[in-house]
Structure formats: C-alpha cells, structure tokens
Nanobody, 111 residues
Framework: VQLVESGGGLVQPGGSLRLSCAAS????????MSWYRQVPGKERELVAA????????NYARSVKGRFTISRDNAKNTAYLQMSSLKPEDTAVYYC?????WGQGTQVTVSS
C-alpha cells in the first residue's frame, strides 16, 4: 500500500503548483481523501477533502478560493491545485486516504 506525493517545490508568492498523490495497493475509489499540511512546531492542518466520487469538496478557510482538490479514480490519483500562493502556505503537504498517509512533499513559497 502506498500513497506517493509529488509536485512540491519552490515557488514565488502569487505563483501556482499542482500536487499529485498516486495511490496503489488498495481500492482508492472507495474512500474519500484529504490533503494536510504541517510546519515545524505546529499541528498538522487539514487543507482540503474530497468524497469518493469527487462530488463534494471542503476547504480550510485559509485556502478557500485559491486551492482546488480533485481526483481521477481511473488513475488512482488525487490532486491539489494551488494558486495565488502565499509565504504562509509554506509547509510539508501530505495526502491521506483511509488509514494511509503519504510521505509528504515540501512546498516553499518565497521570493
């Protein structure tokens, strides 16, 4: 069983990134999934969540209107499109599905 994030990196304020989360070893389409983020010394924060079919999404207030969560069940992959990025979005981003977590991908927003 694996969840593997990719797409993190360094981006300037106002820029965009798309994170991907590739799932394997379980029935991805049967579970809702979420993106979290964490900065050192702080608790892990829920950023966005999506239902099994993708019909319902929820976002943290801090990212609403800037981030979009989506999923492609045929590809066993979920995405987090991040736009209008701010320095305070800097964190390690994790995907979570059922009881599984990815290893995290670093996103750094800095000029």
């Amino acid at each position: 069983v694996q969840l593997v994030e990719s797409g993190g990196g360094l981006v300037q304020p106002g820029g965009s990134l798309r994170l991907s989360c590739a799932a394997s070893g379980f029935t991805f389409s049967s579970y809702g999934m979420s993106w979290y983020r964490q900065v050192p010394g702080k608790e892990r924060e829920l950023v966005a969540a999506i239902t099994t079919s993708g019909g319902i999404t929820n976002y943290a207030r801090s990212v609403k209107g800037r981030f979009t969560i989506s999923r492609d069940n045929a590809k066993n992959t979920a995405y987090l499109q991040m736009s209008s990025l701010k320095p305070e979005d800097t964190a390690v981003y994790y995907c979570q599905c059922y009881r599984y977590w990815g290893q995290g991908t670093q996103v750094t927003v800095s000029s």
